[in-house]
């Protein structure tokens, strides 16, 4: 849980197909990422 009022979460997550639940996420709103976004995410992963 992420309670602070000054830095976002992240998190990456793995799904399966589960009869609707999937596709109900995949099939949101895109947003894309800010540069700041990005560049946590990226730093993360190396």
Do not use: C, H, Q, W
């Not at 949101?28 to 800010?34: C, D, E, I, K, Q």
Request: proline share 2%; charged share 10%.
């Amino acid at each position: 849980m992420n309670t602070s009022s000054t830095e976002k979460l992240y998190t990456i997550t793995i799904m399966a197909s589960d009869g609707g639940f999937a596709s109900l996420v995949t099939g949101g709103t895109r947003v894309p990422l800010a540069a700041a976004d990005l560049g946590t995410l990226v730093s993360a992963l190396a």
